[in-house]
């Protein structure tokens, strides 16, 4: 899915299009070919929580396309580290 039809009329975001003043995610940050060094990530975390792609930066443009149609207008963008940011 893209980011416009994730919060498009009908979709289950619809009605917080252009209210929150927050947005908070921790988006798959590990590309496909790399394998987490800390076992505690490695052996106990789901895939799909971990693998982001080739380059893991798609989920970062879903992620921040899905944000700006739900934030307040002027609202605030700030990373906040490299796995996660606020909006």
């Given at each position: 899915a893209d980011a416009t039809r994730?919060?498009?009329a009908?979709?289950?975001l619809d009605g917080l299009r252009g209210t929150v003043d927050v947005v908070v995610t921790n988006p798959p940050y590990v590309p496909d070919a790399a394998i987490p060094r800390e076992p505690e990530v490695r052996d106990h975390d789901p895939g799909v929580a971990?693998?982001?792609g080739p380059?893991?930066?798609r989920?970062?443009?879903?992620?921040l396309g899905?944000?700006?149609?739900l934030i307040?207008?002027?609202?605030?963008?700030?990373p906040a580290s490299s796995s996660?940011?606020?909006l």
């Open positions: 994730v919060a498009a009908g979709s289950p971990l693998f982001g380059d893991s930066e989920w970062w443009a879903f992620s899905v944000a700006a149609t307040v207008a002027g609202g605030p963008s700030t996660s940011f606020l």
